[in-house]
């Protein structure tokens, strides 16, 4: 079994001038995995997720990304994710290259690279300005019929990282309740970096859940808790405050750097984060 700690997984597999996919739709969002990518200083990744939401806007705010590739971006419920806004509109703390899509471009895309396709096709963007602001959205023929279709290059991360409700012994992994395109984003990536709530000696797989089979995992992480502050289905919800919070934090680019240091340049962990915040009077 691919067992290992999340910072040996990311020492070992997350380099810099990667494009790297942190994918969870709602809940299951591997905060922890890339608060540990910030800790490790990484620089010049690409980042790709349908919705780059807190995460990416620490992450972005790091220092650690040059390129976005999305279909969303925000603090979900509250309002914009600043540190994205603020590297996109003015380059701080270094310019960041977008590349802006709709949920079903990114999805198809996802499903391209999955299927070792170069590119994949859809009926959309047409009557949007997508295309205009996107060289990467084109469109074909399609031979069969003579319709005008939509294609996005197929996405292939370097790594994909996803949290997950549970492991067995053998690296298989068990997701379930709202999923989005982590299975997709999964089966695209040259590798495949898991956390997970806990390690179980078999996974009794509900309805509708998602096994991604161990030979195409490369390393898991037991991670309690690494999806906080969004939920993971069985074990503890979204916690709301923290995401509301998070606006003042991150408006202020003093507050968020000071912010940074101390729950996360100073923490060896997530768990240790989340300590620290409690005791600094965070009601989490």
């Given at each position: 079994m691919p067992l290992m700690t999340?910072?040996?997984?990311?020492?070992?597999?997350?380099?810099?001038?990667?494009?790297?996919?942190?994918?969870?739709?709602?809940?299951?969002?591997?905060?922890?995995?890339?608060?540990?990518?910030?800790?490790q200083r990484r620089q010049n990744l690409h980042l790709v997720r349908m919705t780059p939401d807190l995460i990416y806007d620490q992450m972005v705010g790091a220092g650690c990304a040059n390129?976005?590739?999305?279909?969303?971006?925000?603090?979900?419920?509250?309002?914009?994710?600043?540190?994205?806004?603020?590297?996109?509109?003015?380059?701080?703390?270094?310019?960041?290259?977008?590349?802006?899509?709709?949920?079903?471009?990114?999805?198809?895309?996802?499903?391209?690279?999955?299927?070792?396709?170069?590119?994949?096709?859809?009926?959309?963007?047409?009557g949007t300005d997508l295309p205009e602001v996107n060289p990467q959205i084109r469109s074909i023929q399609c031979p069969y019929t003579g319709e005008q279709l939509t294609t996005v290059p197929a996405m292939n991360p370097d790594v994909t990282i996803l949290h997950a409700q549970k492991a067995d012994g053998e690296g298989n992994v068990l997701l379930s309740g709202i999923i989005g395109a982590q299975k997709e984003a999964a089966l695209a990536a040259r590798k495949l970096i898991i956390t997970v709530e806990e390690i179980v000696e078999r996974l009794d797989t509900p309805m509708n859940g998602v096994v991604l089979p161990a030979w195409v995992v490369t390393a898991v992480a037991c991670v309690p808790g690494g999806a906080?502050?969004?939920?993971?289905?069985?074990?503890?919800?979204?916690?709301?405050?923290?995401?509301?919070?998070?606006?003042?934090?991150?408006?202020?680019?003093?507050r968020f750097l000071q912010w940074l240091d101390r729950y996360v340049y100073s923490t060896v962990d997530h768990a240790q984060c989340v300590q620290t915040l409690r005791a600094d009077g965070y009601d989490l």
């Open positions: 999340l910072r040996d997984a990311i020492r070992d597999h997350v380099h810099d001038g990667e494009t790297v996919a942190l994918e969870g739709f709602t809940h299951l969002i591997p905060f922890a995995a890339g608060q540990e990518i910030i800790r390129r976005l590739t999305f279909s969303w971006g925000g603090n979900p419920g509250v309002g914009s994710a600043h540190r994205v806004r603020e590297a996109i509109e003015k380059g701080w703390p270094t310019p960041l290259e977008i590349h802006e899509h709709s949920h079903a471009g990114m999805a198809a895309a996802y499903v391209a690279g999955a299927s070792r396709l170069p590119f994949g096709v859809l009926r959309g963007y047409f906080w502050p969004s939920y993971a289905r069985g074990y503890y919800s979204r916690d709301n405050a923290f995401y509301i919070a998070w606006d003042d934090i991150s408006r202020d680019r003093a």
